[in-house]
């Protein structure tokens, strides 16, 4: 499975913490872009999509939620995150979905790509399709 939940290294001293990323420190990948998911509503999925080229660093860096991973190949996982020491990473071409959002969720997302709507895969089944087609050719 491709993910990874890594403890982050922590700049800590008398004044609190801070905690930084970049390229092989903290992060396994370049980053381009930065989101940040709060105030989600109680019940609210998000996510629920793979993406072809974005791999993700996911940290709740604030409050908890809930990340379902899956592989297309009837691997599924379901990871808490609750705790801005730590960081969940996600392969490209994976699915992942969002939920159990505490009241003061606030998920940091980085990433190594650019926004962009063309490579989301938004449609489950033809999510399994590619991945099954990509198996088919690699057997
Ligand atoms: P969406 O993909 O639905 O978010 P999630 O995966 O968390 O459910 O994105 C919500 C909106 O924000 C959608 O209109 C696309 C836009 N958006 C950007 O413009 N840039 C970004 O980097 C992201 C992540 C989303």
């Not at 930084?20 to 992060?27: A, L, P």
Request: aromatic share 12%.
């Amino acid at each position: 499975m491709n993910y990874k939940l890594i403890n982050l290294k922590v700049f800590g001293d008398e004044r609190g913490h801070l905690i930084s990323f970049q390229k092989d420190n903290n992060c396994p990948f370049d980053i381009k872009r930065s989101f940040y998911i709060f105030d989600t509503k109680p019940g609210v999925v998000r996510g629920s999509h793979a993406n072809k080229h974005s791999q993700f660093l996911l940290i709740a860096i604030n409050g908890s939620c809930k990340i379902k991973i899956d592989n297309g190949s009837g691997k599924i996982e379901n990871i808490i995150l609750n705790d801005p020491h730590k960081a969940l990473w996600i392969d490209k071409m994976i699915w992942k979905e969002m939920y159990d959002f505490s009241y003061n969720a606030i998920l940091l997302v980085l990433t190594n790509t650019l926004y962009d709507e063309n490579e989301y895969i938004r449609n489950y089944e033809e999510y399994k399709n590619i991945i099954q087609g990509d198996n088919e050719r690699t057997n």
